[in-house]
């Protein structure tokens, strides 16, 4: 059986975005180069490697097969390339994050601080709600994974490196935001635009809400903070936030932050691997650069709450 790296490395892509012509514009090549390529991996493993529908495109089972092994094989010479670099003294390589979207907000920042230490590293960031980061990280389709929410269900290596403080936030003009030492349960008459379910924030969120006994009256779910932000100072509800979503500065932005009992409640924010995962090197630097700058609290004022 003959099959190039370059073919691997072209299913990889069809496996991941399901169209040839995504494929093709992620790897730089055209559409017809793809399915030649393509065609020509099938004739040399023999079997079909996937099948269109319609619009829709679906691996068989000899093309889920041989994901795992490419996916696999593309790794190890990623790692291989890597301890090349370090034997010549680079700190060159690739480092591929899969971060939940709430993330956002410092994660860029220490990936410019990492960026200007090591100005050879590429980045490949994925930036997903949380139950399609969980999806790549049952896949182990990348080196990190970054959420404040990790699964119970996996064998994973978990570090916390940041507190992930929520916090209730409403219309600035709100009644309540002029008050101090709230009651959750005078929150009961209000309406709540809340996470959409299965993001950390909303996991944590309807935890707190039900060991207090509390049910609040959602009138909106949305998968976006931003949208949610702009939804309170619009007077459709109150909210439940990251204090992250916030600047640092509160009166830079449209909403007020209330003074609720039992609030911020706290959470963390966690780098996590599958157990046994053999980190590359880029990635175990990188995982050393996050901890130094925790250490130094050089993440902003949430760090310090």
């Known amino acids: 059986m003959n099959a190039t790296f370059r073919q691997l490395q072209l299913f990889l892509a069809l496996a991941e975005h399901k169209s040839i012509t995504t494929a093709a514009r992620a790897c730089h090549v055209t559409q017809p180069t793809v399915s030649m390529q393509l065609r020509e991996l099938a004739d ?37 390339e890597q301890r090349i670099d370090a034997m010549k003294g680079l700190r060159r390589g690739r480092l591929r994050l899969a971060v939940v979207s709430t993330a956002q907000y410092f994660v860029p920042g220490l990936l410019g601080s990492f960026c200007e230490r090591y100005p050879e590293m590429d980045i490949a960031l994925e930036l997903l709600n949380r139950d399609a980061v969980v999806a790549r990280l049952r896949d182990n389709r990348d080196d990190l994974y970054i959420m404040s929410m990790p699964p119970t269900d996996m064998a994973l290596e978990q570090h916390a490196f940041l507190r992930n403080p929520l916090v209730v936030i409403a219309p600035r003009a709100h009644p309540l935001a002029a008050r101090r030492g709230l009651a959750l349960e005078e929150l009961a008459g209000e309406r709540f635009i809340l996470r959409e ?24 779910e949305l998968g976006s903070n931003e949208a949610i932000k702009y939804s309170v100072a619009a007077s459709m509800g109150l909210a439940v936030v990251s204090r992250h979503a916030l600047s640092a500065a509160l009166a830079d932005e449209p909403v007020a932050v209330l003074d609720v009992a039992d609030f911020p409640v706290m959470s963390h924010w966690w780098t996590l691997y599958p157990r046994g995962k053999r ?27």
Do not use: N
């Open 279 to 305: 980190l590359s090197l880029v990635a175990a630097v990188f995982l050393e650069h996050i901890e130094a700058v925790a250490r130094a609290g050089e993440l902003g004022p949430v760090a310090r709450l």
């Open 197 to 220: 379910r299965g993001s950390g924030t909303r996991l944590a969120c309807d935890a707190h809400f039900q060991a207090q006994g509390f049910a609040p009256r959602v009138r909106l």
């Open 44 to 80: 040399a493993v023999g079997m079909p490697l996937y099948e269109q529908i319609g619009k829709r495109l679906f691996l068989t089972d000899a093309g889920r097969a041989l994901v795992d092994t490419a996916r696999a094989m593309v790794d190890e010479w990623a790692g291989f």
